[in-house]
Nanobody
Framework: QVQLVESGGGLVQAGGSLRLSCAASGRTYTTSTMGWFRQAPGKEREFVAGISGSTTVADSVKGRFTISRDNAKSTVFLQMNSLKPEDTAVYYC????????????????????WGQGTQVTVSS
């Protein structure tokens, strides 16, 4: 098993920045591919960004959000800049043991492990 713990959420004004972290512990070999998803009230959970052998981000956050990882610390980050009120959501970290050299799955069903989520609120 692997445990994923998100941190870094909070309240920020529109235009501001936050950096989310997701620390993995346990069987960290199962975190070859990691992703960030978010769920706003009344909406379905959606893909935000993912990293494996490459990285990808959703069109809605392209140019504003960046995903990265520190393998030595088994941690993945989501740098969020130019935040908008519509970015308000609970952000979840997810992991899968499969490594993809040039592809990152966006379907949440591909991910086996999930964190508890961290709230991000962007005020206008």
């Amino acid at each position: 098993q692997v445990q994923l713990v998100e941190s870094g959420g909070g309240l920020v004004q529109a235009g501001g920045s936050l950096r989310l972290s997701c620390a993995a512990s346990g069987r960290t070999y199962t975190t070859s591919t990691m992703g960030w998803f978010r769920q706003a009230p009344g909406k379905e959970r959606e893909f935000v960004a993912g990293i494996s052998g490459s990285t990808t981000v959703a069109d809605s956050v392209k140019g504003r959000f960046t995903i990265s990882r520190d393998n030595a610390k088994s941690t993945v980050f989501l740098q969020m800049n130019s935040l908008k009120p519509e970015d308000t959501a609970v952000y979840y970290c997810a992991a899968r043991g499969t490594f993809y050299s040039d592809y990152v799955p966006r379907d949440q069903n591909y991910y086996n492990y999930w964190g508890q989520g961290t709230q991000v609120t962007v005020s206008s």
